[in-house]
């Protein structure tokens, strides 16, 4: 068989279900657990029966807590992996954030996530209405094991930003399934923020239900010490005239820090009119550390605006540092100002500026790093 008449390769999950049994036991010959270190998340695919479900706190009067049978949820999803099938058969209770169809919501709505064991599970919901509009923060509690589901409802013509924030001690492992499902015209946003856990897996994926929706996500990673991260993306173009728009950046600083990127589109034969990138940036602060990056784009029709992907891991730019010294500027300075322009076109996508400065003063502190608002006039003038 030649190249033109092989088939094109379905990067959709080859399995959906409620039952973990239905998805084989994970191991590293397996695409979707090549880089996963599974001796680190030993006992965590398949159901513990200490577990508990996730403690929460939110002032925002949208948020509450459903039974998991509940019709505001969205009963046809069904998990795509291990983990968030092991999560979501043994939840019983559901986080709900309901915005009512045409309510514009001001400010941020806020959801502080708490552990309540060793390892805990969770079922979240984000149920925007038709023409609604809303931003929701989402803070894990890193210190324990969860393992949890995410998914995003966007109805036709709303507007749904949705953060994601992980941020704390290098203790627990996060194993989490984050789906959005874009209705007609819709537009979503979300940003994933991963600073804190000991592993990370994070599989966020995207669905259009109608034509004419859009999607953006955004991360920003850092990993150091042992940390281990993945970032495994699908993005499932089936529906006409839609777009997409996939950025991660991930700085890596010492020990033995591991990071996995794997983004993957498919466009379907009826997905015309489409237009979708993807891009993963990495930085290596410090010899050691080990950054994957899998961009894989498919394309089932060629009737389309624009589709394209890229990728690049690099050292920390010593030319650059030697630039910005040169204008006067101290070493420990340049340093922190090019890893704040690394992550800039990220970060200023949060709109809540003192969400943002939180985050960027985390990402400092992690890395050793003295705030630039600290810094006094006589520092930067050498």
Not at 89 to 104: Q, S
Not at 110 to 138: C, R
Not at 211 to 221: C, E, I, Q, R
């Amino acid at each position: 068989m030649s190249l033109a008449e092989a088939p094109p390769r379905d990067h959709a999950p080859a399995v959906r279900s409620l039952d973990f049994l239905d998805f084989l036991e994970p191991s590293n010959r397996e695409e979707e657990w090549k880089f996963t270190p599974l001796e680190r998340v030993n006992g965590l695919l398949e159901p513990v029966d200490t577990a508990v479900g996730i403690g929460w706190g939110s002032s925002s009067p949208y948020v509450t807590e459903v039974a998991i049978d509940d019709a505001r949820l969205h009963a046809s999803w069904t998990p795509t992996d291990r983990a968030g099938a092991v999560a979501r058969g043994a939840a019983t209770r559901a986080i709900l954030i309901d915005i009512p169809k045409e309510t514009v919501v001001d400010g941020s709505v806020i959801v502080d996530l708490k552990a309540l064991g060793d390892v805990n599970y969770a079922h979240i919901e984000v149920v925007v209405g038709d023409f609604s509009s809303a931003t929701v923060v989402i803070r894990h509690d890193v210190a324990a094991d969860v393992l949890g589901n995410l998914v995003v409802q966007a109805g036709a013509e709303s507007d749904v930003k949705v953060l994601s924030v992980m941020d704390g001690e290098a203790t627990g492992r996060q194993m989490w399934q984050w789906h959005t499902i874009v209705g007609r015209n819709a537009t979503s946003f979300g940003l994933s923020i991963a600073l804190g856990g000991e592993v990370v897996r994070m599989v966020p994926s995207v669905e259009y239900s109608a034509p004419g929706g859009s999607a953006v996500m955004l991360g920003a990673f850092l990993a150091d010490g042992s940390q281990y991260q993945e970032h495994r993306l699908f993005v499932d173009h089936a529906q006409p005239n839609c777009s997409s728009y996939v950025a991660y950046k991930g700085a890596l600083a010492g020990g033995t820090a591991h990071t996995v990127w794997v983004g993957d589109v498919l466009v379907r034969r009826a997905a015309t009119g489409i237009e979708t990138y993807e891009v993963n940036r990495n930085l290596l602060l410090a010899d050691g550390p080990r950054a994957d990056s899998v961009p894989n784009l498919e394309l089932e029709t060629g009737d389309i605006v624009a589709a394209g992907h890229a990728s690049a891991t690099g050292r920390f730019d010593d030319e650059q540092l030697f630039y910005l010294q040169s204008r006067g500027i101290p070493e420990r300075v340049a340093r922190q100002l090019v890893v704040r322009g690394f992550f800039a076109d990220v970060l200023s996508k949060i709109s809540d500026a003192g969400l943002r400065s939180e985050i960027l003063g985390r990402i400092e502190q992690r890395l050793g790093m003295e705030s630039v608002g600290a810094v006094d006039e006589g520092d930067l003038n050498g």
